[in-house]
């Protein structure tokens, strides 16, 4: 029986590109677009953010000389083409899916509309929300837990490379330890980030715990969503 009836999962775009570490690469999501249906099938309402910066991030190097606003404009259609790419490997999978855009783009997808998501989650719909919150300055975290907020998640569930929080970059130091669970406050004021502050933030403010997980390990988003305890969960410790 599955702990939440409504998440949100963030996926990074990092994850859409598979052992290539660029790009789309469709075993992968095949891979993830299978077990997200899996999750669906037990009645779980899901709305998904992807990252973009598979294609392009508009923070990197690449993009110094740009003007950031242009740059961050790049990355959120970025995320609409992992968006485009992930709904059709659900909807191979058998799971029916809307593509919602903080970017109208009606050729391509709907315009997100916060009652017209909601009813397509009601209807049993896999709900995609892509170009962020159509802003620059706010990354693909925030845009996640802004949307989370919005339809009434009941967790935000972001899917990394990383098993958890952890007090240092674990990629790096060998000594690192990794968290269970942690509060908002404790993130925040110890710098670690596994999310952007704002996303912390906003969560902290509104009472949304936030899942922090391996996505590469297969069944995990199924075992966050029966509410076992893997990778950490950030909430208000009391």
């Known amino acids: 029986m599955p702990s939440y009836r409504r998440i949100v999962l963030k996926l990074s775009g990092e994850v859409m590109a598979g052992p290539q570490g660029f790009g789309i690469d469709n075993d992968t999501v095949n891979a993830f677009a299978q077990e997200i249906s899996e999750v669906h099938k037990t009645g779980v309402e899901i ?3 992807v990252g973009g910066g598979n294609i392009f991030r508009g923070v990197n190097a690449a993009a110094k000389s740009m003007d950031r606003v242009a740059a961050d404009h790049m990355g959120m259609l970025s995320t609409v083409i992992n968006g485009l790419a992930l709904q059709d490997a659900l909807e191979r999978a058998g799971s029916p899916t809307r593509l919602m855009t903080a970017i109208q783009m009606p050729s391509v997808a709907e315009p997100y509309i916060r009652r017209r998501a ?5 209807k ?3 709900v995609l929300f892509a170009a962020g919150t159509s802003n620059p300055f706010f990354s693909t975290d925030s845009a996640a837990a802004l949307r989370a907020l919005e339809i009434h998640a009941q967790v935000l569930a972001k899917a990394t490379k990383v098993d958890g929080v952890y007090d240092k970059d674990p990629m790096k130091h060998d000594d690192a330890v990794r968290y269970s669970t942690i509060s908002y406050t404790e993130v925040l004021s110890k710098g670690l980030r596994i999310l952007d502050a704002s996303a912390v ?3 902290r403010d509104n009472g949304l715990p936030i899942s922090v997980f391996n996505s590469n390990i297969r069944g995990n988003i199924m075992r966050m969503a029966l509410g ?3 990778g950490t969960l950030i909430h208000e410790v009391k």
């Not at 909601?118 to 009601?122: A, D, Q, V, Y």
């Open 47 to 49: 709305g998904l953010v």
């Open 124 to 126: 049993g719909r896999i």
């Open 228 to 230: 076992e305890q893997i």
């Open 201 to 203: 933030a906003m969560c």
């Open 118 to 122: 909601i009813r397509h989650l009601e």
